[in-house]
């Protein structure tokens, strides 16, 4: 998918005027973020504490041994039957499951969701190699009738009113008008279940690897999931490298806390734990089980200073706390992940320069990590990468200029004083209550009133004081 | 955030840092600490070397503009045992910033260290490091306060009940809830200027709240909020104001402990 995250400044700025989208946010994030708060701590705010601690523990111990535990995965998911290729990039995912789509003779291709193909642009290759591919996730399913792009990694059109989602419905698909959500549903669920019965091959993402029993582990929601990855005569699944956890237990541990995060329930509705294709004496399953392991720029950020950020496991907590999400929802962020985690992902994943705005898109609230299952510090990373755009000289000349010339000036405290002074004598010029016309604080005097310099400072104060008393103490 | 080995700071001299924002443009809250501290028979220095911690640098990724200015306050503070300030974004900076900023420098990361378990901010100065919370002070009429939760103090120092604390104790005073407390007010520093109509997306969400909020006062603990909140009251035309909780619970001292403010 290409990179729209240079515009996000301008991207923004729509989002805020647009008043449905504003409503649709503001109503699923405080919703989600509610539940999640409720499911976390549901035991009590230690225990809550204390798992997320332990996930993170969990993650880490998985990130530290990576490369030890991919080819444990390997091995075990080969001997349960699994084949296991690798990926460096998008365009080798997208030849990979070309050349399985052509070896099986596959014509249409159901879809589970999953967000590293839309960080591939999976559908638009199959669908240009002439490959029927459909999304049945039902959120995917209404994104895809739209031909847009999903909004949020867990629930992708939330920037959708029902109103809307109905209207594409009818028009698209003839759906009988309806103001009844369950009853869209169910209208979907019979136009998707034709698709489940006769698809050639079905894809899905990973939530994880085991890596000590090669098992692919799924949580879904919808029963799509099922259908995708047990119906079709083969099934495919693409997973990020980083994906791996290396034991049973700690799978366990982050099984709970995934749901609980990203949707707040103690359990999803299906957890798949998938140990190979369908074996001999089984009744049901696939044929053929291909697990592709996808770099992806991922082996890059390993080892580096941002590693930390590939202990993500794509609960879409962050995006429902973050106000800055909140407010824009998540298209303004211009490629596959939104919010908080978003902001370090893509500038990491795709382009620094290009992403520049994003690192910058943030107060610093410390929200995101005060959610994250697994305690995984944006606000440091959001900073690090700020530090890496200004070395690399991808901030305004001006704003470099001005850093200058404050830090010159800061460290003098006279110079500073004088600063101050000759500002406050510059500020009675300035009128109250309107917009400066120009220059950096344009847009902050828009909404907000300047504070006024103080015609004495803290420290002429204290300086005073300190002479008033040393006359008093004069004998 | 842990600070193993954190002295006590009982009985000891307090060193100010006031920083930039208060001592140019807010000094009633510096004058407001100072006085609270007083009151408390804490004796208060102001070492006037003191400049900037670097925080408006080193959050917009200036960090090579921001470092000679955390040097600075680490050859200005290091033989203080208690640096004292009245923000606690400022206090964030130097507790968890500066040990990060100087991590490949050993020297440096060594009076970091020192200095960040030596500093506090103000609200947990007096209730975490001297173990008081009522200051017995009294307010001449009723008076009813909600806090704005600053997010650095609230996410990264885990302040939040010591402000509610001490205005509790507060003769005459009453702390009631202001709804999302705790969201941010959208000033961010660079942010705010970078990204101005994002931030005031969230500004107006923070003012609907403390306009529907009972209490006509609300305080918090870093004027940077204040700032940022107080502009866009102004500029709405509303009455109310933010106030530093230094400057609320200086209200109540007694009469004679509080002259002295500065020239405006
Ligand atoms: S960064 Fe944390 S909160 Fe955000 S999606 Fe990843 S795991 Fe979830």
């Known amino acids: ?475 | 955030m842990d600070l193993p080995e954190r002295p006590s700071p009982v009985g000891q001299p307090v060193a100010l840092f006031v920083t930039c924002l208060v001592d140019y443009l807010f000094p009633s809250t510096g004058v407001a600490a100072v006085r609270l501290l007083e009151h408390l028979g804490v004796t208060v220095r102001f070492p006037a070397a003191q400049a900037c911690c670097g925080q408006p640098g080193y959050n917009g990724g200036y960090q090579h503009e921001a470092q000679p200015l955390a040097e600075r306050f680490l050859d200005v503070f290091y033989d203080i045992p208690v640096i004292v300030s009245p923000s606690g974004s400022c206090t964030t900076m130097i507790r968890q910033e500066y040990p990060r900023l100087f991590a490949n420098d050993p020297p440096r990361l060594e009076q970091a260290q020192a200095i960040a378990a030596r500093t506090w901010e103000l609200t947990e100065y007096l209730v975490d490091g001297l173990g008081v919370t009522n200051l017995g002070l009294r307010l001449d009429a009723p008076q009813t306060f909600a806090v704005h939760d600053s997010c650095h103090g609230l996410r990264y120092l885990g302040l939040g009940r010591q402000a509610r604390a001490l205005l509790t104790a507060v003769e005459n005073a009453t702390v009631v809830p202001l709804e999302d407390a705790d969201e941010c007010c959208g000033f961010g520093g660079l942010f705010s200027v970078k990204m101005p109509d994002l931030s005031a997306a969230l500004l107006r969400k923070k003012i609907g709240h403390i306009r529907a909020c009972e209490a006509p006062t609300i305080v918090t603990g870093d004027v940077s909020c204040m700032m940022h909140i107080n502009g866009g009251l102004a500029r709405e035309g509303a009455s109310r104001r933010v106030r530093h909780i230094a400057e609320a619970l200086a209200d109540g001292l007694p009469e004679r402990e509080r002259d002295g403010q500065p020239r405006r």
């Open chain 1, 1 to 475: 998918m290409d990179s729209h995250a240079a515009e996000f400044v301008v991207a923004a700025r729509r989002a805020l005027a647009d008043t449905p989208l504003q409503a649709a946010v503001k109503r699923a994030t405080d919703t989600a973020a509610r539940k999640r708060d409720l499911a976390m701590f549901a035991a009590g705010r230690d225990y809550g504490e204390a798992l997320r601690q332990q996930s993170a523990a969990a993650r880490h111990r998985a990130l530290s041994q990576l490369p030890d535990l991919l080819e444990q995965a390997e091995a075990r998911l080969t001997a349960n039957g699994a084949t296991v290729l690798w990926a460096v990039d998008a365009a080798e995912v997208c030849q990979h499951v070309q050349t399985i789509a052509a070896q099986h003779g596959v014509r249409r291709v159901t879809k589970a969701k999953s967000m590293i193909s839309e960080e591939v642009g999976l559908n638009d290759a199959l669908i240009a190699a002439g490959i029927e591919t459909l999304e049945t996730d039902l959120g995917e399913f209404i994104i895809q009738l739209a031909g847009e792009a999903p909004s949020h990694i867990v629930t992708p059109v939330i920037h959708k009113s029902k109103e809307a989602i109905r209207d594409l419905l009818v028009e698209r698909l003839d759906m009988p008008p309806t103001d009844d959500a369950g009853t869209m549903a169910r209208f979907a669920r019979e136009h998707l279940r034709a698709a489940f019965l006769s698809a050639d091959m079905g894809i899905s993402g990973g939530n994880f690897i085991i890596a000590e029993t090669g098992t692919l582990c799924l949580v879904t929601n919808e029963g799509n999931g099922r259908m995708v990855t047990t119906l079709p005569p083969v099934h495919v699944a693409l997973v990020g490298i980083e994906k791996v956890v290396a034991t049973l237990e700690d799978y366990a541990l982050l099984t709970q806390v995934l749901p609980r995060s990203a949707t707040g329930q103690a359990l999803a509705v299906y957890t798949h734990m998938i140990n190979g294709p369908r074996r001999p004496d089984e009744i049901d399953g696939p044929e053929a089980l291909y697990i592709i392991l996808v770099d992806n720029g991922r082996s890059a950020i390993y080892g580096t200073d941002y590693a930390e950020v590939l202990g993500c496991i794509r609960c879409g907590a962050c995006m429902n706390a973050c106000p800055i999400y909140e407010a824009t929802g998540g298209h303004a962020y211009g490629w596959v992940y939104p919010g908080p985690v978003g902001a370090v992902l893509t500038p990491l994943l795709t382009d620094l320069q290009e992403a520049s705005p994003l690192p910058y898109a943030s107060t610093l609230c410390g929200k995101c990590k005060e959610v994250c299952p697994v305690d995984i510090d944006l606000p440091r990373m959001l900073l690090d990468l700020r530090r890496d755009l200004v070395n690399a000289g991808h901030t305004p000349w001006l704003w470099a200029a001005g850093m200058r010339g404050w830090s010159l000036a800061a460290r003098s405290p006279r110079l500073f004083d004088a600063a101050a002074h000759a500002a406050r004598i510059g500020q009675r010029a300035l009128p109250d209550g309107r917009k400066l016309p120009l220059g950096p604080l344009g847009g902050w005097t828009a909404s907000r009133e300047l504070p006024r310099i103080a015609a004495q400072p803290f420290r002429a104060w204290w300086a005073a004081q300190e002479k008033a008393q040393s006359h008093d103490d004069e004998p």
